[in-house]
């Protein structure tokens, strides 16, 4: 079950059963600042990268799977439930498939990055 949480900020966290999102110790930017100061960053592909990026922030597959359905909701656009996001967000991790359009976006907005920083490029003609 998804939990909907409101942080100290007024911010809102989501977790699976009580599985919520740790406060990242450092920004998003400054986390993604450290991870391209890595030599090999460059070179990743897009499934290393998100690994990295979601190990980085310390969460868990459940848990990225709920920031993604809160991103979702604020797009009100369709979404997929968070364990099949969970699912998918396995198999974008072992290069099994690579998102279509809508969801780079949603997971880079999840993260806190640009789809750019996940190795990926988006088509401009699709709406957000």
């Known amino acids: 079950m998804l939990t909907v949480k409101t942080g100290s900020a007024g911010t809102e966290q989501a977790g699976s059963d009580g599985d919520e999102p740790a406060e990242p110790a450092t920004s998003s930017n400054e986390l993604l600042d450290q991870l391209r100061q ?19 922030r310390d969460w868990s597959l459940p848990q990225l799977a709920g920031r993604m359905v809160l991103v979702g909701r604020q797009h009100k656009g369709r979404t997929a439930t968070a364990s099949s996001l969970k699912s998918m967000i396995s198999r974008w991790e072992n290069d099994e498939i690579v998102p279509d359009d809508r969801n780079r976006r949603l997971l880079a907005d999840a993260l806190g990055c640009q789809v ?3 190795g990926l490029t988006v088509d401009p003609d699709v709406i957000w």
């Open 116 to 118: 750019a920083d996940l």
């Open 38 to 56: 890595e030599p090999d960053w460059e070179q990743l592909p897009f499934f290393r990268r998100l690994r990295r990026i979601r190990k980085a």
